[in-house]
């Protein structure tokens, strides 16, 4: 795929626009573009907007962030463009596409065009989207479910109304509102609804077996998600992180107690292997590559070379430089490096 001089659109409001004129890659970074681990489900991310500030946000997200980020929008035409060229290169036919983020996905502002338009590619089979529902509304829902989406991934860690806004870091949350979602959901489309709570042992211990019961009275899936620490995550203070052998045995007993599957893995939503895209470049390599953007996080920027992005940890350059540089990590067509 041909790329162009880069052009960085910048809003009033500072938001920036990544379209075929930034001359940036849609695969190679790990906040926007598409991500291939090397299965028929592809990741991919829109924007890095978040609305709320999760006191166990993987990625320190939202409002209240430590580090503050860039608020980044994909133009849905170029980020199309690289579904196809992603799809073309795995050479699968039966794509599951999954709309994630580092921020909220369902604030991406070209949503239900992207999502009918993705349902136009023949490979694409199943399409899903994560969501912290918050942003949701009968009028949206029903777009959505026009558009031809497959399955929400839904962000609910508690019922307890208290408990939930603290988890969310805002006082907006409105756990009554995700209920009534779900609700409508499940009565008026045919989006499947799987509920997936973050498991904070010692913080929402009592809240889980809300989430399951809920998920058996509205015949939604649940997949229960073990609390972890990344490199830019916000800690829960009051969280226990404990072993994958001791967050197993907690979902065998309450599968014992409600009766219901809640160990669950790929095979369990029909995610497959399927060939990997080819890396094009490979850990400790040397490579020398122009500076196309800013990254994510105020101390990276986005390098291009090979028709990849590369995020160049530690580097702040301008538009246009050449750079040498060292890979570092070159996992999933994800490349990171260093100037040297």
Sequence with gaps: MQTVTAQIKVSDEGTIKI???????LVGLLHIGVIDRGSN???????TACNMSCTFCSTDAGPYAKIKKKNIVVDPDYLLDWVNEVIALKECDNIEINLDSMGEPSAYPYLIEFIERMK?????????MQTNGTLLTPEKIDALAKAGLHRINLSVHGLSEELAKYLFGSHRYDVNKIKASIQ??????AIEVN?????LPGVNDAEIPKLIQLAKETGCRISIQKYELYKYSRKERDAERISWYHFY???ETWEKEFGMKLKIGPHDFNVKRAKKIPLVFRKGEIIYAEIRGTGWLPDESIAVAKDRSITVLDHQGNIGDKVKLKIISAENSIYLAKKI
């Design 41 to 47: 489900l592809l990741q991919v991310r829109t924007s």
């Design 249 to 251: 045995k907690q979902l």
């Design 120 to 128: 136009e590619i023949p490979e694409v089979h199943f399409v899903s």
């Design 184 to 189: 409508y959901i499940r009565t008026n489309t």
């Design 19 to 25: 379209d075929k004129t930034s001359g940036i890659p």
């Design 195 to 199: 509920l997936t709570p973050v498991y």
